[in-house]
């Protein structure tokens, strides 16, 4: 290897994992990752050790594999940015590996340029970003298709029982990898003539040894997985797709480009230059790559008799993984296509070596030629460092307003009516670092209960903390823990807030800590479906309501594969009755009304009216957004001017098409900024 190939191979790798490993804890930690990672925390403290893995509820159970290898780096510790510094150090092998395939099967411009475009790519880097198997699928993929390279064209007979072994893996990580089972079998009928029975025998065996708790547990259930699996495939016959089969293969190829290009566009800081425009070179590289790959495929193959076995093997990486996972008829999210990472950027390599190869062999200039090189390294680097700046733009932006935001583009298939969230706009998922941080401090003023935790401390920002199912609440709390405390809590958007908040105590990041005596009281609130006239009175006769506490959320079950149940409700529209005390100077008491629900249109829930001792009150603000699993929204009135000395009876209706949603109802202590 010549030196300035080493120290440009060094430039990549350094650059790389500069963006993959920092900003390590600004990615997601909700439902899913809180149950891998108590299963795994349990595995590495030695209190369990489960024979089966992820489980999809009436679909399939994947093997555990994924469970004991994020074992491992929680042994050193139960903070979960560990094996998120885990995983992006195995994508890290992933880049050097895809350069190491481009540079001894194709050339080492092919090499480098893969290396380095997949380095920064940035829906590579954010998946990467938080703790959850599809985050492994680079790696192992890399391994599968190095080792399947060396067995095929080097004849390295040891790649063929590694890339069997990879591919075992990738089958208890992510269905996904299926389409890669195909691709072994047809790479094996078509570019190998001779086969290595006994490598093949003993990548086999590691994959029966690797599935035997998996086997186990099928077992137990009467090999459940094949009538899920059957009844899987009858559901998708009932779906009504949006996209055709036509249009799905070229929304999987420039999917991972666009949902980048739409990210930029919902900064609220400042934006990485140019990006929008240097996406659409790469997809446009990209594409463009993969047919004159494709003709000039197709040309040897008429010239020599024979397919060229190392770019036939990169299109049927391409071709078949596309191809068998656009057949998901249900949602279908841009990570199924992390198994094509690298052959995108090889594509390009490809590509670009090809070209400077043409002016060398026909005969242009030293001076020339030299050109084309430093152009070819111009639009290279104008691309990695255009994608740098805009990962560090997204970090900015997570640090700035406290959550990641993704666009909804990120389901590529939206099936009608199995996926909920049928409208154009961002999902926003708290960042990891901040489900901790507000955790910890809460924890620290006072040593709650998790009764008392989930019932005195309010927000949709600690809706969206919820989300991690209680995880941090569980690995945070030290010391003896208390059932009740007189203090409730909010948690706080700044950005939603800015003012004067009184009881604010602790800032952290773009969230503000609320500590106070509540005015409410939460423990008597009713609600009825059939209120009768006068509802909202101070005289009306409540004894026949149904008493419910607020807020109305349930605990979470950290085992199971499914989101925390929303609260269920007699009917809909549901009317509320509830008492505020009024005991001094409480002008700036503002009221928040606080729903979560599923995003469905149909069902959307809404308040319809607020009334304050018979008297409606407007709204002065109203804010809603969309969580990947959920919807929230509050409603805030502003009711201190209009309290009564003593008990105030506050009485409001609640409408939507659906009688499962949460409610809660706190209190903001609040002085506008003026101006």
Not at 45 to 74: S, T
Not at 187 to 206: I, K, T
Not at 260 to 284: D, I, K, N, W
Not at 329 to 347: E, G, I, R, S, T
Request: aromatic content about 14%; charged content about 20%; glycine content about 8%.
């Amino acid at each position: 290897m010549a030196k300035w190939e080493k120290w440009l191979l060094v430039g990549i790798l350094a650059l790389s994992a500069g963006v993959r490993l920092t900003g390590l804890d600004l990615g997601w930690f909700m439902m899913d990752q809180a149950r891998d990672a108590t299963e795994a925390l349990k595995i590495a403290k030695g209190q369990n050790f489960p024979i089966v893995g992820p489980i999809a509820r009436n679909l399939y159970a994947l093997g555990p594999l994924y469970y004991y290898v994020i074992a491992a780096p929680f042994w050193l510790s139960s903070d979960p940015w560990v094996v998120v510094l885990f995983i992006n150090l195995l994508n890290l092998v992933s880049v050097y590996l895809a350069w190491r395939i481009g540079r001894e099967f194709f050339s080492p411009t092919a090499g480098l340029v893969a290396a380095a475009l997949y380095g920064v790519f940035p829906m590579a880097v954010v998946s990467s970003k938080g703790l959850w198997n599809p985050g492994l699928i680079p790696f192992f993929t890399v391994i599968f298709f190095y080792a399947l390279y060396s067995y095929l064209i080097a004849g390295r007979a040891w790649g063929l029982t590694v890339a069997i072994m990879a591919l075992g893996c990738l089958l208890q990580i992510h269905l996904s990898a299926l389409a890669l089972g195909l691709v072994l079998l047809l790479s094996l009928l078509l570019f190998r003539q001779s086969f290595a029975w006994r490598h093949a025998l003993a990548g086999l065996a590691f994959v029966v040894i690797l599935f035997v708790p998996y086997f186990v547990f099928e077992a137990q259930r009467d090999f459940q997985a094949f009538p899920d699996a059957f009844r899987f495939i009858g559901q998708d016959s009932q779906v009504v797709a949006r996209e055709s089969q036509l249009e799905m293969p070229w929304k999987a190829l420039q999917g991972p480009f666009n949902i980048a290009v739409r990210m930029a566009q919902g900064f609220s800081s400042a934006r990485a230059p140019f990006f929008t425009p240097v996406q659409r070179l790469e997809l446009a590289l990209f594409v463009g790559g993969f047919f004159w790959v494709f003709l000039s495929t197709i040309r040897r193959w008429r010239q020599d008799g024979a397919v060229p076995r190392a770019e036939g093997l990169l299109l049927l990486w391409i071709v078949v993984s596309v191809s068998v996972l656009i057949q998901k008829k249900q949602a279908l999210a841009w990570y199924y296509f992390d198994l094509l990472y690298p052959a995108q950027f090889l594509v390009i390599g490809i590509v670009t070596d090809r070209a400077l190869q043409a002016t060398a062999r026909k005969g242009f200039t030293r001076l020339v030629q030299r050109v084309a090189s430093w152009s070819v390294a111009l639009v290279v680097g104008l691309i990695v460092f255009t994608q740098i700046f805009f990962l560090a733009a997204l970090r900015r932006e997570v640090l700035s307003v406290g959550s990641l935001r993704l666009p909804t583009e990120i389901m590529l298939r939206f099936p009608d009516p199995l996926w909920f969230i049928q409208e154009r706009g961002f999902l926003e998922i708290m960042a990891m670092k901040y489900k901790r941080a507000l955790t910890e401090a809460i924890l620290a003023d006072s040593p709650l209960d998790e009764a008392a935790f989930h019932g005195q401390i309010h927000g949709s920002a600690f809706e969206d903390l919820l989300e991690d199912r209680g995880f941090f609440f569980h690995i945070l709390r030290r010391g003896e823990t208390k059932g009740g405390t007189e203090a409730h809590y909010a948690v706080l958007r700044e950005r939603d807030w800015p003012g004067s908040i009184e009881g604010a105590f602790r800032k952290i990041g773009p969230f503000w800590l609320v500590k106070y005596q509540p005015s409410i009281r939460s423990s008597f609130w009713k609600n009825s479906d059939r209120p009768g006239p006068g509802w909202f009175d101070r005289t009306f006769d409540d004894s026949t309501w149904t008493a419910k506490p607020l807020p109305a959320r349930n605990l979470p079950d950290r085992s199971v594969y499914a989101q925390t149940p929303l609260s269920s409700w007699g009917g809909s529209p549901i009317y509320c009755r509830g008492w505020i005390e009024a005991n001094g100077m409480i002008d700036d008491l503002h009221l928040i009304l606080a729903l979560r629900d599923l995003p469905l249109k149909a069902s959307r829930h809404g308040i319809e009216a607020l009334y304050l001792n018979g008297r409606r009150i407007e709204p002065i603000a109203s804010r809603s957004y969309l969580t990947p699993v959920t919807r929230s929204t509050e409603v805030v009135y502003e009711v201190g001017p209009s309290l009564n000395r003593g008990l105030n009876l506050i009485a409001f209706e609640v409408a939507g098409g659906y009688p499962d949603f949460d409610l809660d109802v706190y209190e903001v202590r609040w002085r506008p900024e003026k101006g």
